[in-house]
């Protein structure tokens, strides 16, 4: 009896920590003259290339007042990994240290997700990033609905604005 109920409950541990999690990012351009260009995206982790969690990559362009869009989607990985979408804004000045960019970024503003998972509890831990250039303005809302999914929003304002402001009254 022991054997089965131990059997039981490590078979239960396994599905959770193979669980799929989705995440669902959607970035509001506010700025009033300027497109937000899509530049790139990665994904890497302990087994490798993960490019293809990316499901949804945001439009070439975003026009002002638009919003781009992506979505991540795990499907059945049970590792962790971290992924990058970067952009640019032409016309301002891209004062982002190259140094400092994360991974394989070559622009800014830039997001980042890191996916932690602890296979003993069958938990994930998932941290956000997000990095503009010094003059332009930023906001970040979480948006999550359920377990095993994380929706965010960001919003790109013009200097001078309460950017996190406004993206909490968008969303």
Known sequence: MFKAVLALTVATLAATAEARWTGNVLVYNLLQNRTLEWVGANAT???????????????????????????????????????????????????????????????????????VITPITGTEEITWEFETPGQIGIGDVGLTKRIGHASRAYCICEPGVNCQQECAEIN
């Open 45 to 115: 982790g302990k087994q490798g290339d993960a490019t293809s969690t990316i499901i949804v990559k945001p439009f070439k362009v975003t026009e002002p007042q638009g919003i781009a869009r992506f979505y991540v989607d795990t499907g059945k990985i049970n590792w962790d990994y971290e992924g990058f979408v970067w952009f640019r804004i032409p016309g301002y000045v891209d004062d982002c240290k190259k140094s400092d960019l994360p991974g394989p970024v070559t622009s800014c503003p830039w997001i980042a997700w890191d996916r």
